[in-house]
């Protein structure tokens, strides 16, 4: 999967995360917001690198504002931003891996 453009996905509600997605160049950038940072930042990062190298997205820039999202959430919006800025129409749900 290759991102062609911008897509945003989530929201800035309590619990939930919005992911931001841009094309990128220089591998996997991300930019992170969020109250727990100091808590859980590095296993955020991981989690949105580790989606979008599982579904072949080898580079991208990221900017998430984390609202206190579970890690289920977090990968929804990072797949659903993912889907959106390559432009995909159908999912392939089977085919991604952790």
């Known amino acids: 999967m290759q991102i062609k453009e911008t897509a945003i996905a989530g929201t800035l509600e309590s619990s939930d995360i919005m992911i931001t997605l841009e094309p990128g160049s220089d591998g996997i950038e991300i930019d992170l917001q969020s109250a727990v ?8 990062r991981a989690l949105i690198r580790e989606t979008l190298t599982g579904l072949g997205i080898a580079a991208a820039r990221v900017t998430a504002i984390d609202k206190g999202a579970l890690d289920c959430a977090i990968r ?17 749900w089977g085919a991604v891996k952790k």
């Open 76 to 92: 929804a919006r990072v797949k659903t931003a993912a889907c959106r800025a390559a432009g995909e129409t159908v999912f392939p």
């Open 37 to 44: 940072e100091k808590q859980f930042g590095r296993e955020i």
